[in-house]
T-cell receptor
Framework: DQQVKQNSPSLSVQEGRISILNCDYT??????FLWYKKYPAEGPTFLIS?????DKNEDGRFTVFLNKSAKHLSLHIVPSQPGDSAVYFC???????????FGTGTSLTVIP | DVKVTQSSRYLVKRTGEKVFLECVQD?????MFWYRQDPGLGLRLIYF???????EKGDIPEGYSVSREKKERFSLILESASTNQTSMYLC?????????????FGSGTRLTVV
């Protein structure tokens, strides 16, 4: 059973606008969340993290929001750039756990 | 620059062959993982290891085995390759303690079984 879900397989956004990628999880024990970015033929690279003691974390153009009651997190990219075109995976874990559970990914295309 | 290195970027193997995928990390991480990535299915965990000689099954271990004889090296073995094992294989490592406990991934091995 998929514990982490990304319901939008793809998203297209104009350059300069906001990209919002969504992720839902089912396990209320998850307390640490990550976003990864993946280009074709490369391994995923870490983008941003958030723990359950926060509801927001920012790093430059990237902001992750966590809504624990809804078991929902989102990644905002502002402004979007063509180089942001990639597949984005969200992942969740227990802080004390070994394993991250990944969503199925959202393919973002930023149109110049 | 810290690294997870996978020995091959692309591999083509025949059905029934025994296949070894090697992964080495230089970060002294305790935990190492093997995932496969398939379109529409995301990243699925095959096996992981939290210490030398220790291994745990992930979500899809069938048809695979692993070996971790040294802390820095984690090998994935396809005992008898089949066409449904054609996939992108990703190795990752993770520390047990630290400020950011996410994975560091290797570049991936694209395996094609013919």
């Amino acid at each position: 059973d998929q514990q982490v879900k990304q319901n939008s397989p793809s998203l297209s956004v104009q350059e300069g606008r906001i990209s919002i990628l969504n992720c839902d999880y089912t396990n209320s024990m998850f307390d640490y969340f990550l976003w990864y970015k993946k280009y074709p033929a490369e391994g995923p690279t870490f983008l941003i993290s958030i723990s359950s003691i926060k509801d927001k974390n920012e790093d430059g153009r990237f902001t992750v929001f966590l809504n624990k009651s809804a078991k929902h997190l989102s990644l905002h990219i502002v402004p979007s750039q063509p180089g942001d075109s990639a597949v984005y995976f969200c992942a969740a874990s227990r802080w004390t756990g070994n394993q991250f559970y990944f969503g199925t990914g959202t393919s973002l295309t930023v149109i110049p | 620059d810290v690294k997870v290195t996978q020995s091959s970027r692309y591999l083509v193997k025949r059905t029934g062959e025994k296949v070894f995928l090697e992964c080495v990390q230089d970060m002294d991480h305790e935990n190492m993982f093997w995932y496969r990535q398939d379109p529409g299915l995301g990243l699925r965990l095959i096996y992981f290891s939290y210490d030398v000689k220790m291994k745990e099954k992930g979500d899809i271990p069938e048809g695979y085995s692993v070996s971790r004889e040294k802390k820095e090296r984690f090998s994935l073995i396809l005992e008898s390759a089949s066409t449904n094992q054609t996939s992108m294989y990703l190795c990752a490592s993770r520390p047990t303690r630290g400020r950011v406990l996410g994975y560091t991934f290797g570049s991936g091995t694209r395996l094609t079984v013919v």
